[in-house]
């Protein structure tokens, strides 16, 4: 059974970064593209970004140029490099792992995470 597992959420003050991190097991990593999502209080899953087996990435406009998203296949890690956040990027984080590379940003993935708790003062 694939376990997805995140770290590095946080409190950090607007303009600041953070990077989160998601480890994978129980599957083989090659087989899955990774993606993060995040959800605020109240409010529906979105889509944040995506990254497939050969390092394709994809991100919601709202994040792109500010966010990264890169895995490293040796270690079973994908991760996000969240830099000048906002206020509004607070939210919980998950990670999420799918077959398919394709509809990346529809939120029914074959496995989740936990979450990780990202908050960001103004």
């Known amino acids: 059974q694939v376990q997805l597992v995140e770290s590095g959420g946080g409190l950090v003050q607007a303009g600041g970064s953070l990077r989160l991190s998601c480890t994978f097991s129980?599957?083989?990593?090659?087989?899955?593209?990774l993606g993060w999502f995040r959800q605020a209080a109240g409010k529906e899953r979105e889509f944040v970004s995506f990254?497939?087996?050969?390092?394709?990435?994809y991100y919601a406009p709202s994040v792109k140029g500010r966010f990264t998203i890169s895995r490293d296949n040796a270690k079973n890690t994908v991760s996000l490099q969240m830099n000048s956040l906002k206020p509004e990027d607070t939210a919980v984080y998950y990670c999420?792992?799918?077959?398919?590379?394709?509809?990346?940003?529809?939120?029914?993935?074959?496995?989740w995470g936990q979450g990780t708790q990202v908050t960001v003062s103004s």
């Open positions: 990254i497939t087996w050969t390092g394709g990435s």
């Open positions: 129980g599957g083989t990593f090659s087989d899955y593209g």
């Open positions: 999420g792992a799918r077959r398919s590379v394709y509809y990346y940003s529809d939120p029914r993935y074959d496995y």
